[in-house]
C-alpha cells in the first residue's frame, strides 16, 4: 500500500505552537507518510527545519486573502494530488475551504483549530460562526486540542456533527539540557526571582495587562526579572508597538527583557524560578505544559485552554483575564510559594497531569485518523 501523501497548510512559518506541534508530529511519522507543507515564508530557520523533514516545501502566503494565493494553492493542491490536506488554524481553514471549491475535494480535509474563540459581535460574529459552520460541514474533521476549546465550540455553534469532532491533544515534549544562550544566562544570574513567558507579543497574549501587573508587584518585590519570549508577525506589529511604548514607561523597564523568537524556547523553562501567562485565550496552550514538563510554577489567567491545565491549588495559580490587580495577585502568591513543600506539591502534580499531552499519544491518533477516518476515543 502506498503511504498517503498529506499536505499541512498554516498561513506562515512562525515559531508558534501549531507550526513547532506540526513539525514534531511530522518527525515522528516521517516513515508512515510522505509529508509536504505550504506556506509563507516568515521564520527563515524554521522553514529549513519543515525543509529536512518534509518532501518538498511551498511557499504560499496565506496570511491575508490574496486571490493569487488561493489560486496557487489549487493549483498546488490540483497537481500535488494529496491524499490529505490539513489545514491549522482560521487562515489556513480560510483557504483549504475556498480551494476545494477549485480542487473538486478529492482528498480529505483535516481542520486543526488551535484556540477556537469568539472575539466578534453583532453581524461579524454572525457571519464568523457562519463560516465556522459551512467549513466543519465540508471538512472531514475537526479537530480540537483541548476539551474546553471542544465544549467552546459545540456551545456556540450548535448543530455540529459529533462524528467530525475528534480531540487529539497536541504532543508535547521537552529537552531539559538545553543550556541558555549566553546573554539571557548572563541576564538570569542579574535577577534574584525570574519570571518567564512564551508569548508572541500579540492582543491574543495580553502582555499590556502583564506589564501593568509586573510594575505592581515590582512595588513590593524589587529583585524580580520578567522574560518574554516571543516574536511577532506583521499582522501583530500595531500591538507590539503598543507593547515596546508600554514598556519604555515603565519604571521597572531595566528588568524586563524582550528576546524575539528563540528556538526550543519551550526546552528553556526549566532555567527560571516561574512561569506566567495572561493570555486571552489558547487551545491547547503548549508552554504552560512545556512549564509543567519542567516542573516550573506556573501562574495563568484562566481562559479556554489553560483551564484544562491549571487547576487552581492543584496545579497552578489561576488568575482573571484582562485584569491587571487579579494578575498582580497570582504572581504575588507564587513568589511566596517559592522553594516551599507547597511549590512542590504544585509542580509534581502539574507535571503528572502533562504527561498525558505526551508526543507518543498525539502521533498514534493522528495516525488512526488518517488511515482509517476515526479514531479511537
Not at 483551564?307 to 490587580?325: A, Q, R, S
Not at 504575588?332 to 522553594?339: C, G, I, R, S, V
Request: charged content about 25%.
Amino acid at each position: 500500500m502506498d503511504q498517503l501523501k498529506v499536505l499541512h497548510i498554516f498561513p506562515e512559518f512562525k515559531r508558534g505552537g501549531a507550526q513547532i506541534n506540526v513539525l514534531r508530529f511530522i518527525k515522528s511519522s516521517k516513515g508512515d507518510f510522505r509529508h509536504f507543507t505550504a506556506a509563507g515564508p516568515f521564520n527563515a530557520s524554521l522553514e529549513e527545519e519543515y525543509r529536512l523533514h518534509t518532501e518538498e516545501v511551498f511557499p504560499i502566503d496565506m496570511t491575508k486573502v490574496r486571490i493569487s494565493s488561493i489560486f496557487r494553492l489549487a493549483g498546488l493542491i490540483i497537481s500535488l494530488k494529496p491524499d490529505i490536506v490539513h489545514v491549522n488554524g482560521k487562515g489556513a481553514a480560510f483557504y483549504g475551504f475556498i480551494t476545494s471549491y477549485f480542487t473538486g475535494k478529492k482528498y480529505r480535509i483535516y481542520h486543526t483549530m488551535r484556540g477556537f474563540h469568539i472575539k466578534y459581535s453583532g453581524w461579524k460574529l454572525n457571519l464568523y460562526l457562519l463560516f465556522e459552520k459551512m467549513a466543519a460541514r465540508r471538512f472531514d474533521g475537526n479537530i480540537l486540542v483541548s476539551p474546553s476549546e471542544k465544549k467552546l465550540l459545540i456551545k456556540s455553534i450548535p448543530g455540529l456533527d459529533p462524528k467530525k469532532l475528534f480531540l487529539i491533544p497536541n504532543g508535547i515534549e521537552v529537552d531539559s539540557h538545553i543550556p541558555l544562550p549566553s546573554e539571557m544566562e548572563t541576564a538570569v544570574h542579574k535577577g534574584k526571582v525570574n519570571i518567564v513567558t512564551l508569548s508572541r507579543l500579540s492582543h491574543q497574549k495580553d502582555l499590556i495587562t502583564m506589564l501593568e501587573a509586573f510594575d505592581r508587584v515590582c512595588l513590593t518585590s524589587p529583585d524580580i526579572s520578567l522574560h518574554i519570549l516571543g516574536g511577532e508577525t506583521p499582522q501583530d506589529k500595531a500591538y507590539a508597538d503598543r507593547v515596546r511604548r508600554r514598556l519604555e514607561e515603565s519604571p521597572n523597564r531595566e528588568r524586563i527583557y524582550l528576546w524575539g523568537s528563540v528556538e526550543n524556547a519551550g526546552s528553556l523553562i526549566g532555567h527560571f524560578d516561574i512561569y506566567w501567562t495572561t493570555a486571552l485565550f489558547e487551545g491547547l496552550p503548549t508552554a504552560v505544559v512545556e512549564a509543567a514538563l519542567c516542573r516550573t510554577l506556573i501562574v495563568g489567567t484562566g481562559c479556554t485552554g489553560n483551564e484544562d491545565v491549571i487547576f487552581p491549588d492543584k496545579t497552578g495559580i489561576l488568575t482573571k483575564p484582562g485584569d491587571p490587580e487579579s494578575c498582580a495577585a497570582g504572581l504575588e502568591k507564587a513568589l511566596k510559594l517559592l522553594n516551599t513543600e507547597e511549590e512542590e506539591r504544585f509542580t509534581r502534580e502539574a507535571e503528572a497531569l502533562c504527561l498525558n499531552f505526551s508526543l507518543k499519544n498525539n502521533t498514534t491518533k493522528l495516525k488512526e485518523l488518517y488511515n482509517t477516518g476515526n479514531i479511537l476515543n
